[in-house]
C-alpha cells in the first residue's frame, strides 16, 4: 500500500510509514472524513492525536491517554464505550488493509460507514 504510505506528520514532523498509525486514514475508515476531502486534511500519527487514539482499547495498541476537557475519563461512559468499539474496530480495520491489495479507497470504512457513504450519495 504504497499509496498511503510515508505522510509527515502534521504535529510531531515524523513520517507516518504505515497506514495502521495514521490519523487521517482512522478518521476516513470510521467516518469522521469524507472521501472528497481525504487528500486535502493533514496527516499526523494517530498517537498525536490523543483526543482520538485513548479510544483504540487493544492490546497491540499503547495506551494513549488525552489530557483536559476530551479526556475520556471526563466524558458520559456511554459515549466513551460507544467510541472505543468503533474506533477500536476502525484500528482494527487499518491493520487489517495493511495485508490488502487492489481495494479501491472506497471500500477501505468499515461496512456501515460504507454503507452510509453510499446512501447519502444516493
Not at 500500500?1 to 478518521?27: A, F, H, T
Not at 466524558?75 to 477500536?88: A, G, I, N, S, Y
Request: glycine letters at 6%.
Amino acid at each position: 500500500m504504497r499509496c498511503e504510505e510515508g505522510y509527515l506528520c502534521d504535529v510531531c514532523g515524523q513520517d507516518v510509514e504505515n497506514i495502521w498509525e495514521s490519523d487521517l486514514y482512522l478518521r476516513y475508515v470510521i467516518g469522521l472524513i469524507d472521501p472528497e476531502t481525504l487528500h486535502t486534511t493533514k496527516e499526523r500519527h494517530i498517537g498525536c492525536n490523543p483526543a482520538l487514539a485513548q479510544f483504540i482499547v487493544a492490546a497491540e495498541f499503547t495506551p494513549v491517554t488525552a489530557i483536559g476537557d476530551f479526556c475520556k475519563e471526563l466524558l458520559d461512559p456511554r459515549f466513551v464505550q460507544e467510541r472505543e468499539m468503533l474506533v477500536t474496530r476502525g484500528w482494527w480495520r487499518l491493520k487489517e488493509l495493511a495485508t490488502l491489495e487492489g481495494l479501491s479507497i472506497l471500500e477501505y470504512p468499515l461496512a456501515e460507514v460504507r454503507e452510509r457513504m453510499t446512501k447519502d450519495a444516493e
